[in-house]
């Protein structure tokens, strides 16, 4: 009784100990719409949120090209172990 109690306290401070040790929220003066930054500051994403999808894209259909070789070879070899093993019935 007493080792659980004891486990239950030790559970509840190394579940309050990082809760009480986080800062509070920071007060948002450093926060600038970016409507009021000037254009050279401002970052557009369109044109890297296309890239990564393009960079992705094109990643992904390198790995089934991969796999699709990968399959042919299988296949190939499984024709040919056929093969040997219906020639090495036939004897």
Do not use: C, H, N
């Not at 579940?15 to 007060?27: D, E, G, R, W």
């Not at 003066?29 to 296309?50: C, I, K």
Request: no cysteine.
């Amino acid at each position: 009784m007493l080792r659980r109690l004891l486990t239950a306290v030790l559970s509840l401070l190394l579940i309050a100990v990082p809760v009480l040790a986080q800062q509070p929220p920071t007060s948002p003066d450093g926060f600038v719409p970016v409507d009021t930054l000037p254009p050279s500051e401002q970052l557009a994403a369109g044109p890297f949120l296309v890239g990564a999808y393009v960079f992705f894209l094109l990643l992904m259909m390198f790995y089934l090209w991969t796999i699709w070789q990968r399959l042919g070879k299988v296949e190939s070899e499984m024709r040919e172990l056929e093969r040997r093993a219906l020639k090495g019935q036939g004897r």
